[in-house]
């Protein structure tokens, strides 16, 4: 497709599941974010890949939280042992520039994620 | 003190007026300055971008910034109910890596 697509769109899990949220860029975009939205909120950074390299990992909230882009490409945000407070969209973003540079971030729909 | 400052709004003006959105900053270092429009249930869409003091003009947005006073604002002339969303301020330090968001401002253009 032509944007950035990400799936599931809706994720209900009970307190103490795993959850995978996949997410697959504008083909060619160097640069992978992971922002999470809460409700009322502006979206709070998570993480950053340059390719398949993890450059940044400092909004990880907990140890809970991995992210991984194998291959450049597709990234999948896992949640190990959700918790309520974990409930919030997830927000995946690719740009054709690394991140040192300028350039537009393109948005996917986001993963919304309730934890009952 | 958050690092992107925004009131959260809502912010309601007639149709046809202009409305302005206000945000501040408080890290010197930033060099990028952006705003994103965010539709209910949607992803944010890029609007602006600002790198440098003084105004920027694209159709009816116009954004400011000035750097020696930590501020940048976005102006849209002709408000129309289509531009009714949340419009969230972001910047990013020269350099990094990351974008940083404000909470976003509600506006609502009334008919």
């Known amino acids: 497709g032509a944007g950035v697509s990400q799936s599931p769109r809706y994720k209900v899990a009970k307190r103490g599941q795993d959850v995978a949220l996949r997410c697959d860029p504008i083909?060619?975009?160097?640069?992978l974010f992971w922002y999470q939205q809460a409700l009322g909120q502006g979206p709070e950074f998570l993480t950053y890949f340059q390719n398949e390299a993890q450059l940044d990992k400092s909004g990880l909230p907990s140890d809970r939280f991995f992210a991984e882009r194998p291959e450049g490409s597709v990234s999948t945000l896992k949640i190990q042992r959700t918790q309520q407070e974990d409930s919030a969209v997830y927000l995946c973003?690719?740009?054709?520039?690394?991140?040192?540079?300028?350039?537009?971030?393109?948005f996917g729909e986001g993963s919304r994620l309730t934890v009952l | 003190q958050k690092e992107v400052e925004q009131n959260s709004g809502p912010l309601s003006v007639p149709e046809g007026a202009i409305a302005s959105l206000n945000c501040t900053y408080s890290d010197r270092v930033s060099q990028s300055f952006f705003w994103y429009r965010q539709y209910s249930g949607k992803s944010p869409e890029l609007i602006m971008s600002i790198y440098s003091n003084g105004d920027k003009e694209d159709g009816r947005f116009t954004a400011q910034l000035n750097k020696a006073s930590q501020y940048v604002s976005l102006l849209i002339r002709d408000s129309q109910p289509s531009d009714s969303a949340t419009y969230l301020c972001?910047?990013?330090?020269?350099?990094?890596?990351?974008?940083?968001f404000g909470t976003g401002t509600q506006l609502k253009v009334e008919l």
């Open positions: 973003a690719s740009s054709l520039f690394e991140a040192g540079e300028a350039g537009e971030l393109f």
């Open positions: 083909s060619g975009h160097v640069s």
């Open positions: 972001a910047v990013k330090a020269g350099g990094g890596n990351k974008l940083t």
